[in-house]
């Protein structure tokens, strides 16, 4: 069961979900069965792209660790006991349409380069930037980058819309879009 939380702005889409599993509890943590679970199991989740358990977002933590019985069954030859427990995870779901913010990593020509929380890839292509934005070069001081069109640099923490979330390999990128007519891929 999961508890579906947004913030104001609808910028956050996080939701807390009760998730079960079945896990093995490695030998080497026979007496501690908690740190094996967190340590083999729980900590490889944090930061990840899951499509599975119903969980389709990033894990972004974990608490309450929960053991539904106080035994474990090893299975024939196997040297792992294995136990169900549930376990409440925070995950990010990030949607198409869906407003935030990302911090100024890179702008070229073609696209700017955003980072969110400190974590996750947003590019922002050219057809996503207002048509009065201009890319200035390098100029005397090192400086380049956009400047909208009252030649104000833009702003190191951007607002923008996601357009599409590509998962790959555990990992998401986004790519918005701050102008609103842009065209919207799916997901």
């Not at 104001?8 to 807390?16: F, P, T, V």
């Not at 943590?29 to 599975?52: A, K, Q, T, V, W």
């Not at 400047?147 to 104000?152: A, P």
């Not at 990992?171 to 879009?177: A, C, F, M, N, Q």
Request: charged content about 20%; some cysteine; overall charge negative.
């Amino acid at each position: 069961m999961g508890l579906e939380h947004k913030s104001k702005g609808d910028e956050w889409a996080l939701s807390l979900l009760c998730v079960d599993m079945y896990v093995a509890i490695p030998p080497l943590y026979s007496m501690d069965p908690e740190s094996g679970i967190r340590s083999s199991h729980l900590d490889p989740l944090l930061m990840r792209y899951l499509e599975s358990s119903g969980v389709d977002g990033v894990v972004l933590a974990y608490q309450n660790l929960h053991f539904h019985t106080h035994l474990a069954k090893i299975m024939y030859d196997s040297p792992v006991a294995f136990t169900p427990i549930s376990v409440d995870l925070v995950v990010w779901r990030p949607r198409v349409g869906t407003r935030i913010a990302g911090r100024l990593s890179r702008t070229s020509p073609d696209h700017i380069g955003l980072l969110v929380w400190n974590c996750f890839n947003a590019s922002i292509p050219r057809a996503g930037i207002p048509a009065e934005w201009v890319y200035e070069g390098e100029d005397e001081n090192g400086w380049d980058g956009w400047v909208d069109g009252e030649g104000i640099a833009i702003p190191d923490h951007l607002p923008f819309t996601i357009r599409s979330v590509v998962r790959a390999m555990g990992s998401v990128s986004l790519e918005g879009s701050l102008v609103e007519n842009a065209e919207t891929e799916a997901d």
